[in-house]
C-alpha cells in the first residue's frame, strides 16, 4: 500500500498517555507480504494485528521477526464457498477481465529478471511471490469466519492487497466490515475491466465500499508501460511501475464519515466514544487531520468521558501552522482572511 503517515501529533500524544491501552487498535491485513506497514506501529503497544498470507516462509519469518507479541502472522487462503452467490455469477472467469499485466514492460522484465535470480531471491528482490512455498490450498475460510475463528468480535481496520480476488476476499468480510463495524479499509484497486459486477475493478469495489457506508478519502494511481514501448522504472530496486503510460493499479481508503451522516443517513452507525477517538487518529495518520479536528469539535460531548476535547484540537491546528498554538486563533484567522491561506500568503 502506498499509504505513509504525513501527520501523526493527534496519535502520538493519545498513544503515549496510554488511551488505548484498554482498547487497543486492531488491524487485519490481508497481503501481509512483507510485514505490517510502519503507519501501523504508531499505535505501539496499543495494537493488535493479524496478519494473513498463502506465502508459509513469509508469514513464518514475520513471525520469527516480530517483537509485539499482540501481532501474529497465518498463513491462509481466503475465498468465498463455491455455494455463494458471487461464486455463482463469476463462475470461471478470472478475477479481472481484459488484465493488460502480461503486455506491460514491467511484466517483460520481471520475466527476464526472474530468469537470471536465485529462486531464493525472487520474492525479496523481485516481489515474485508466486514463486514461494504456499499453504495447502484446502486452507481457505472467508474473512468473516477467519475473525470469528480467531474470536476477533470487533475489527477496526482491514487492509487487503491479495494480487488476484480481492473483491471476493472483500465480499467474504461483509459482516465483519458492514455490521462489525469496522472503522476503515485500505484496498488495492485495479483500473481496467469489464462492466460485470464480479470483476476485481475500482468501480465495483467502490460501489460496494460505498453500499456498507464508508467513504473514499485517497486513492493513489500507479502506472505500466506497455513493453511495445517501455518507459523508464520509478525505482531502481525492481522493475514494477513506470513514469508514464497506463493508469494500472493503485491504493483506495475507505473510512467512516460521521460527520457526513446528516446527509447520508444510510451511512450511520454505532461508534463508541474510544472508537471515535480512534477513527480521528486514523484521519490524522491518513492525511486528513481536517476530518479529524471536525470529529473531534462536532462529537465533544461523548468524547468528554474519555478526554477533552480542546487541547487536542490545538495539536492539530498546531501540526498544520507551527505558529499557533491555539485552535481557535488559527479557525479565526481563516475567517477573517480565507486568502491568507493562499500558498503565498499562508508562511508569510
Not at 530468469?115 to 525479496?124: D, G, I, L, V
Not at 467474504?172 to 459486477?197: I, T
Not at 523508464?232 to 493508469?247: E, I, K, L, S
Not at 475507505?254 to 477513527?279: F, H, Q, T
Request: aromatic share 10%.
Amino acid at each position: 500500500m502506498d499509504f505513509a503517515p504525513r501527520f501523526a501529533t493527534l496519535t502520538q500524544c493519545l498513544v503515549e498517555r496510554g488511551q488505548f491501552l484498554d482498547a487497543p487498535l486492531s488491524l487485519i491485513d490481508v497481503g501481509c507480504g512483507g510485514g505490517l506497514a510502519p503507519l501501523w506501529r504508531r499505535f505501539e503497544p496499543s495494537l493488535t494485528a493479524v496478519g494473513i498470507d498463502p506465502q508459509t516462509t513469509e508469514c513464518e519469518r514475520l513471525q520469527a521477526a516480530e517483537t509485539n507479541p499482540a501481532v501474529h502472522y497465518l498463513p491462509r487462503f481466503l475465498r468465498l464457498p463455491e455455494s455463494h452467490p458471487f461464486r455463482q455469477q463469476r463462475g470461471d472467469r478470472e478475477p479481472w477481465t481484459g488484465n493488460p499485466w502480461e503486455r506491460t514492460s514491467s511484466a517483460h522484465a520481471m520475466a527476464k529478471l526472474a530468469a537470471q535470480t536465485a529462486p531464493e531471491k525472487q520474492f525479496s528482490e523481485l516481489n515474485a511471490w508466486p514463486t514461494e512455498k504456499l499453504v495447502e490450498p484446502t486452507r481457505t475460510s472467508t474473512l468473516d469466519e477467519l475473525a470469528a475463528e480467531l474470536n476477533l468480535r470487533e475489527v477496526d481496520f482491514v487492509k487487503i492487497d491479495t494480487d488476484g480476488p480481492d473483491l471476493e476476499v472483500l465480499h467474504s468480510g461483509e459482516k465483519l466490515l458492514r455490521d462489525g463495524p469496522a472503522l476503515g479499509c485500505a484496498l488495492e484497486v485495479n483500473f481496467s475491466g469489464s462492466a460485470d459486477p464480479t470483476d476485481h475493478s475500482f468501480h465495483n469495489m467502490d460501489r460496494l465500499m460505498r453500499s456498507w457506508g464508508f467513504d473514499l478519502f485517497d486513492l493513489s494511481v500507479r502506472r505500466c508501460s506497455l513493453a511495445a514501448l517501455p518507459m523508464p522504472f520509478q525505482y531502481d530496486n525492481a522493475p514494477h511501475y513506470t513514469d508514464h503510460g497506463r493508469v494500472l493499479q493503485g491504493d483506495a481508503l475507505y473510512l467512516r464519515d460521521p460527520c457526513g451522516w446528516d446527509r447520508n443517513p444510510g451511512a450511520r452507525v454505532e461508534l463508541s466514544p474510544i472508537r471515535l477517538l480512534k477513527l480521528a487518529c486514523l484521519f490524522e495518520l491518513f492525511g486528513s487531520p481536517d476530518h479529524a479536528a471536525e470529529l473531534l469539535r462536532d462529537h465533544a460531548a461523548p468524547l468528554a468521558e474519555l478526554t477533552d476535547v480542546e487541547p487536542l484540537l490545538h495539536l492539530l491546528a498546531h501540526e498544520i501552522d507551527p505558529r499557533y498554538e491555539n485552535y481557535h486563533q488559527f479557525i479565526q484567522r481563516f475567517k477573517d482572511d480565507p486568502t491568507s491561506f493562499y500558498p503565498s500568503k499562508f508562511r508569510a
